[in-house]
């Protein structure tokens, strides 16, 4: 055995057992302790978290604070690049390949996942704004590392411990940064581009089994992308408020339009996912079946990685927001995890039920189907080979602006490592790293990176439960105040220079609300 092939099979066993065996027990796990320990806070508080997510996010507050604050971005922005970053490949192919495995019950788990999730991304950035603080730029800076090393570290004797995870978070996350944030995403864009659009196109090999057509889109993307990711977190955010919204609507637009071109299946499709939520039984005395724990673990897996309730990941940008009450950023947490697992994935799952490669009846792929082309072949039969094209640049803008998130989320990593001067330098290197994405035509990379991102998780959630009791009161005491029109002290940092100075922005707030209220 040589050297690749020994450590291929090491990554194999490291990523089955992080995402297999312990991954999606912690991650489902924990989101059910924090729901329980919320009170089931993304049902009771509905009403709450869906006004001040979509409700207010054009309120000229928010605006007018941004424009005051240099070192932050909107509520909206934030959530935009936090769903720039999850919002790629993972919710057409990935959906896609979880129902050829698990069948259609797999985005039953999917669900089950998400729901648990809003709880595990809506802790997460609580935790965010509350141990946050300014660089030496007067950007704000968050994340795992922080409340690892301030909220764990906070704790008698787990000092060292909460230094250690942090440091660990980092590296995972700076590694993963390169594979699943960047490499990966490339490399699919220009496959799929590549079979879509430009399979005629022939401009002979650059070097070796690399085309030109592949050079070219990697430089150009490489140039688009430097472009974003070094004006910094400011311009990366205003190119994520364009975008994305657009992107999602487009797409979410199509897969409307598939849905009712096949109306008549509709009632099949929700049946056949909730037939097979456990389990697909041998059909005929044939031998091929699909058992509950492939199709538990397939959902759960598709929808951890959509959202990336659990990896740590999104709260880096969560943090970087104008908000003063953590509360507040964690129920926008809540909606991302809606947005891009409940309606995205949930919308490609109809298509893929949609394509006629599932069989409704039994719950299995047709013999041949390719799972990295099946949202393409529904759309096909719908528009014809426009339905491809749409399909092939909806993964161009997926994957594209997953890259321009990820480029955050490893910088802030860098960041806390290495400081603020050496985190210029991995941006640098992060665009110059995108052309290798274009030209890669190993897969390990993509393997190891997507192991690190799993390994991401077991820091992030320690700290997160570590500090559940955190969690509880700071979420107890927004709802004493703001629902309960309490008049309680609230609480908005760790840190007593920043708790004082957004404690009289928030009290302006309340008498606003309670003077409302009242009327």
């Not at 055995?1 to 027990?25: C, H, P, R, Y």
């Amino acid at each position: 055995m040589d050297f690749m092939e020994q450590l291929t099979k090491i990554n194999s066993a490291v990523n089955d057992f992080v995402w297999t065996n312990l991954g999606l027990v912690l991650l489902i796990g924990a989101g059910i302790l924090l729901t329980c320990a919320t009170k089931f806070f993304q049902i009771t508080h509905i009403k709450e978290w869906w006004m001040k997510t979509i409700g207010g996010m054009f309120s000229r507050r928010s605006k007018a604070r941004h424009n005051k604050e240099e070192g932050s971005v909107s509520q909206f922005q934030a959530l935009c690049t936090a769903l720039a970053a999850t919002i790629g490949t993972g919710n057409i192919a990935g959906v896609a390949s979880a129902i050829c495995v698990g069948g259609p019950g797999a985005v039953f788990w999917m669900w089950i996942a998400a729901f648990f999730g809003m709880m595990t991304n809506f802790s997460e950035n609580i935790l965010g704004i509350y141990y946050r603080r300014k660089n030496a730029e007067g950007e704000w800076s968050g994340g795992a590392m922080y409340y690892l090393r301030d909220g764990l570290g906070g704790y008698k004797g787990c000092k060292y411990i909460g230094r250690f995870l942090a440091g660990l978070f980092a590296v995972f996350a700076i590694l993963a940064s390169f594979g699943i944030g960047n490499m990966g995403q490339i490399n699919k864009i220009v496959i799929n581009l590549d079979s879509a659009i430009l399979k005629n196109v022939d401009l002979g090999n650059a070097f070796g089994d690399i085309k030109w057509t592949h050079v070219i889109i990697g430089v150009l993307l490489m140039v688009l992308g430097g472009l974003i990711i070094l004006g910094g977190l400011k311009r990366i955010a205003a190119f994520a408020e364009r975008v994305v919204p657009f992107m999602a609507c487009a797409y979410i637009l199509g897969c409307i339009i598939v849905f009712f071109a096949n109306i008549t299946q509709v009632g099949a499709i929700f049946a056949s996912i909730f037939r097979f939520a456990f389990g697909v039984k041998a059909v005929g005395g044939a031998a091929v079946g699909i058992g509950i724990k492939a199709v538990i673990t397939q959902g759960c897996k598709r929808g951890v990685f959509s959202n990336e309730a659990g990896l740590g990941s999104s709260v880096m940008v969560h943090s970087a927001s104008n908000v003063r009450e953590p509360v507040k950023q964690g129920m926008w947490g809540i909606f991302e995890v809606f947005a891009d697992t409940i309606v995205v994935c949930t919308m490609t799952a109809v298509v893929v039920l949609a394509s006629g490669k599932i069989d409704l009846e039994t719950g299995l792929a047709a013999e041949g189907t390719n799972d990295a082309t099946l949202v393409a072949d529904s759309f096909g039969n719908v528009f014809g080979i426009a339905g491809s094209v749409f399909v092939s640049i909806a993964i161009l803008l997926f994957a594209f602006t997953t890259v321009v998130g990820w480029s955050h989320y490893g910088s802030k990593s860098f960041e806390y490592l290495f400081g603020l001067k050496a985190a210029k330098g991995y941006k640098v290197f992060f665009v110059l790293m995108i052309i290798s994405g274009a030209i890669m035509t190993s897969s390990l990379a993509w393997d190891i990176s997507d192991t690190f991102n799993g390994l991401m998780m077991v820091p992030n959630l320690i700290g997160v439960l570590a500090c559940l009791p955190m969690v509880v009161k700071i979420t107890k005491n927004y709802i004493d105040r703001r629902i309960k029109k309490l008049n309680v002290e609230p609480m908005l940092s760790y840190d007593p220079a920043i708790q004082e100075e957004h404690a009289k922005d928030v009290k302006l707030e309340e008498q606003e609300e309670l003077e409302n209220f009242k009327a």
